[in-house]
């Protein structure tokens, strides 16, 4: 059985930094892209960063894009996401997920993803 499991998540202030974990388990993903996606109240789940197999390759939704660092390691079928900076309106619960067929074009698309995790809270206090 599949399982992605979330860490990290909390409360900063803003302009503080979180650094989010999604250990994978019951499946190696490392032939997979891997993605983090965040849904704030009332709003819909949004593309945050993506991280294809080879790990040099890299994509950001643009709100995050220099404050925000996705990296993965194979070894421990994790990825992470390195958040600074961060602003009141990171506010969110932060998802990873995983995508089992080849993605091209449309990476930022949560159609995309077959596997999720379960989310983590981060709150980010003016």
């Known amino acids: 059985q599949v399982q992605l499991v979330e860490s990290g998540g909390g409360l900063v202030q803003a302009g503080g930094s979180l650094r989010l974990s999604c250990a994978a388990s019951?499946?190696?993903?490392?032939?997979?892209?891997m993605g983090w996606f965040r849904q704030a109240p009332g709003k819909e789940r949004e593309f945050v960063a993506a991280?294809?197999?080879?790990?040099?390759?890299?994509h950001y939704a643009d709100s995050v894009k220099g404050r925000f660092t996705i990296s993965r390691d194979n070894a421990k079928n994790t990825v992470y996401l390195q958040m600074n900076s961060l602003k009141t309106e990171d506010t969110a619960v932060y998802y990873c997920?995983?995508?089992?067929?080849?993605?091209?074009?449309?990476?930022?698309?949560?159609?995309?993803?077959?596997?999720w995790g379960q989310g983590t809270q981060v709150i980010v206090s003016s």
């Open positions: 997920a995983v995508s089992t067929v080849p993605i091209g074009y449309y990476i930022s698309r949560s159609a995309e993803y077959d596997y």
């Open positions: 019951g499946r190696t993903f490392s032939s997979h892209t």
């Open positions: 991280i294809r197999r080879s790990a040099t390759i890299t």
